[in-house]
């Protein structure tokens, strides 16, 4: 599975952004979506995740603030991020998997997007 991430960039504290993932090669192999994130000197993290039903999970620094949805026709994910802070700063990376389960270890990973959140 080939995962394209797009979006990103530089946002002001308070700001929004939206991250874009899509899917490609084995979709059959690919139900559970998600994003991880990475700071510099921390280990990665599971930001959000979300499966066919359209169930989700967020990591508890950001509910009320990233939504992830998923458009199944066009196999792509998307993270909505509002009311940015300087601590969501990382690099962010989508991830995919057979369930939920799974996204605790990934199988399929994307290159990685910058997200900056600086005044």
């Known amino acids: 599975v080939h995962l394209a991430e797009s979006g990103g960039g530089l946002a002001q504290p308070g700001g929004s952004l939206r991250l874009s993932c899509a899917a490609s090669g084995n979709i059959m192999a690919v139900n559970a979506m998600g994003w991880y994130r990475q700071a510099p000197g921390k280990e990665r993290e599971l930001v959000a995740s979300?499966?066919?039903?359209?169930?989700?999970e967020y990591a508890d620094s950001v509910k009320g603030r990233f939504t992830i949805s998923r458009d199944n026709a066009k196999n792509t994910v998307y993270l909505q991020m509002s009311s940015l802070e300087p601590e969501d700063t990382a690099v962010y990376y989508c991830?995919?998997?057979?369930?939920?389960?799974?996204?605790?270890?990934?199988?399929?990973w994307g290159q990685g997007t910058q997200v900056t959140v600086s005044s």
């Open positions: 979300i499966v066919p039903n359209n169930s989700t």
């Open positions: 991830a995919a998997g057979p369930n939920r389960a799974s996204m605790q270890s990934p199988g399929s």
